[in-house]
């Protein structure tokens, strides 16, 4: 019983900045890497960042130098911070976590998406 909220999407103009987030709640013994995937219209799913638990982090070229991945351990929340947003980043943004329960055993997680919408 592993939940994924995602919350912080919207619409925002060309430019503009939004800051997602995702709280990881339920039984379960570690939260290994975290990322945010998006997918728009017609297009498929595409990975945006990822982090590990100890910070690392991986960004899409596309993303590169605009968006920023980040986690809270305490909180089991993973944050993505999006700056100088363009019409091509329109997309549900998804929140994933690969979740190690107690049982021994791990598995992918994925929040409900959050629609985020840049008008040029």
């Known amino acids: 019983q592993v939940q994924l909220v995602e919350s912080g999407g919207g619409l925002v103009q060309a430019g503009g900045s939004l800051g997602p987030s995702c709280a990881v709640s339920?039984?379960?013994?570690?939260?290994?890497?975290m990322a945010w995937y998006r997918q728009a219209p017609g297009n498929g799913r595409e990975l945006v960042a990822t982090?590990?638990?100890?910070?690392?982090?991986h960004y899409a070229d596309s993303v590169k130098g605009r968006f920023t991945i980040s986690r809270d351990n305490a909180e089991n929340t993973v944050y993505l911070q999006m700056s100088s947003l363009k019409p091509e980043d329109t997309a549900v943004y998804y929140c994933?976590?690969?979740?190690?329960?107690?049982?021994?055993?791990?598995?992918?997680?994925w929040g409900q998406g959050t629609q985020v919408t840049v008008s040029s």
């Open positions: 994933n976590a690969e979740v190690f329960l107690y049982t021994s055993s791990f598995n992918d997680y």
């Open positions: 982090i590990t638990n100890g910070g690392s982090t």
């Open positions: 339920g039984n379960f013994f570690r939260i290994n890497d």
